[in-house]
């Protein structure tokens, strides 16, 4: 079920999600147990025509005008696997596609750029104690 909300509730993900403006659809998926933990697991896209490019690259044409071609081709999804007892992060996994192509006559040496990235990141060992060594 794909569903959208606008209510924040400190106990439920998916209020969570939906509160950002750039946020698409966010689908409840089948709830998994990572790690002996059980968690909520939800899938969301960010709709690039909402994403706001800040002030200062506004102001840049060049930049700009690469960042919005970006944004247009732009496919983002994510994964959140967040714990049922505490919503705590258990696992992510992000998924991004863009498609970049330079307008005619520019200088750009590369005419045209594809990006796919498909990445899991798995978080443990919560409030366990961390040494960070000088490096030498």
């Known amino acids: ?70 944004l247009r081709d732009l496919q983002f999804q994510f994964e959140v696997w967040a714990g049922k007892d505490n919503l705590w992060l258990r696992q992510g996994r992000l998924n991004l596609k863009a498609k970049f192509t330079a307008p005619p006559n520019s200088d750009q040496p590369i005419p045209s750029l594809s990006l796919k990235l498909d990445g899991l990141v798995k978080l443990s060992k919560f409030n366990e104690p961390v040494v960070i060594k000088p490096p030498m």
């Open 1 to 70: 079920s794909i569903v959208r909300g606008s209510m924040i509730s400190d106990t439920n993900p998916q209020d969570m999600l939906t509160q950002w403006p750039d946020i698409g659809n966010v689908e409840r998926l089948p709830d998994e147990t990572i790690d002996d933990v059980s968690t909520y697991h939800y899938r969301f896209s960010v709709d690039p025509k909402k994403i706001t490019l800040p002030e200062s690259l506004k102001n840049d044409p060049a930049t700009g005008a690469i960042l919005e071609e970006l």
